[in-house]
């Protein structure tokens, strides 16, 4: 689901979309092993906005995080709001109107369209990240808009996506 503000209706507009999940096998960098990675591929077509969203653990020794997440959007030249100017970070949440509970970390727009979030090395969000991605079945990821106006891609995991996240964990000995 995809929720936009709407400055002339209150409950904002909402719009149906669908994911597709899988895991697939990515190399992190030259001379790096494979890894497995989650992905969904993700569309709204009433807005012909689609976005990629991927989680692998970071292999990199130079960045601080324990797993990173990309996002990439693809979207027409006239989108109505402009495009997406920030992804503040991902939610995880236990259903789709329950309140979501941001998963620690940094995230950095790369490019217009593409953004990563480095979830966090410290003890205390490791352990917490790791049982919010494990355990809940939803998750959202906040837009702002060009224009400034906020959404929310609100995402289910699903069978496919709980499969998708068991495998990759289970790959990764987490």
Do not use: C
């Amino acid at each position: 689901m995809l929720y936009e503000e709407d400055p002339a209706d209150p409950q904002g507009k909402r719009f149906v979309g669908s994911a597709i999940w899988r895991t697939e096998t990515v190399t992190p960098g030259p001379g790096q092993p494979p890894e497995l990675a989650i992905r969904a591929d993700v569309e709204v077509p009433e807005r012909k906005l689609a976005m990629t969203w991927s989680l692998r653990r970071n292999t990199d020794k130079n960045l601080p995080a324990t797993h990173t997440i990309e996002i990439m959007f693809k979207m027409p030249a006239d989108f109505p709001s402009g495009g997406i100017a920030n992804v503040p970070g991902i939610l995880m949440k236990a259903a789709e109107q329950t309140k979501g509970v941001p998963l620690a970390g940094a995230a950095v727009k790369v490019l217009n369209g593409y953004f990563m979030i480095a979830l966090s090395n410290a003890d205390p969000d490791k352990e917490r990240n790791l049982q919010l991605l494990k355990e809940r079945g939803w998750f959202d990821v906040p837009l702002v808009y060009v224009n400034n106006r906020r959404a929310i891609l609100a995402v289910e995991k699903g069978t496919p996506g709980e499969r998708a996240f068991a495998d990759a964990f289970k790959a990764w000995k987490q």
